[in-house]
């Protein structure tokens, strides 16, 4: 059975940092696209970033490109969310994800909720 | 961007009765379109990919359809637990989500 465990999220300041950790089990995690969609309080779901299997290529969505970083061990099968310079749009519950081959979702975590605020 | 955008944002439709959900892409994205399902506290779970390929699981009673830039996704005779809000994602031009249509009873 697949699970995707969601862990790091809580309170910060703006301007803060978090990492984010997402571990990963009953599937090839080697062999996978990942990414990280997040979803604000009340709100849509929203693609945050994605990397392929071997960590070569990570892409971002705009609003977070140069403030946040995609990452992950394959030795530890798991996933990292390195969030800099964080602000209150940022609030969020950020979900670990399996990108498919196609590229849609067919594995979530339970996400874990991330709170920008003074 | 390819901005999605589905309607209507809100749906009520009786038990047993047909809910049809409509999402519109800003520009073709030829199938790659998928569907899913997200209830009150719970991760988003995939309905359909490929615009119309059911994933594991899913009910045969939901069903999606369209190509290019219009898509539907059709719940035949909807039930209790279909309460959710749905959303469609492009991921055929980056991966952009439309803004979620709910459906109560």
């Known amino acids: 059975e697949v699970h995707l465990v969601e862990s790091g999220g809580g309170l910060v300041q703006p301007g803060g940092s978090l990492r984010l950790s997402c571990a990963a089990s009953g599937f090839t995690f080697t062999s996978s696209w990942m990414s990280w969609v997040r979803q604000a309080p009340g709100k849509g779901l929203e693609w945050v970033a994605n990397m392929n299997q071997d960590g070569l290529k990570k892409y971002y969505v705009d609003s977070v490109r140069g403030r946040f970083t995609i990452s992950r061990d394959n030795a530890k099968n798991s996933l990292y969310l390195q969030m800099n310079s964080l602000g209150v749009d940022d609030t969020a519950v950020y979900y670990c994800?399996?990108?498919?081959?196609?590229?849609?979702?067919?594995?979530w975590g339970q996400g874990t909720l991330v709170t920008v605020s003074s | 961007e390819v901005v999605m955008t589905q309607s209507p944002a809100t749906l009520s439709v009786s038990p047993g009765e047909r809910a049809t959900l409509s999402c519109r892409a800003s520009q073709s994205v030829s199938s790659k379109l998928a569907w899913y399902q997200q209830k009150p506290g719970q991760s988003p779970r995939l309905l359909i990919y490929?615009?119309?390929t059911r994933a594991t699981g899913v009910p045969a009673r939901f069903s999606g359809s369209g190509s290019g830039t219009e898509f539907t996704l059709s719940i035949s005779s909807l039930q209790s637990e279909d309460v959710a809000v749905y959303y469609c994602?492009?991921?055929?031009?980056?991966?952009?989500f439309g803004q979620g249509t709910k459906v109560e009873i």
């Open positions: 490929g615009a119309s």
């Open positions: 994800a399996r990108d498919d081959v196609g590229g849609y979702y067919n594995y």
């Open positions: 994602q492009n991921y055929n031009n980056a991966k952009t």
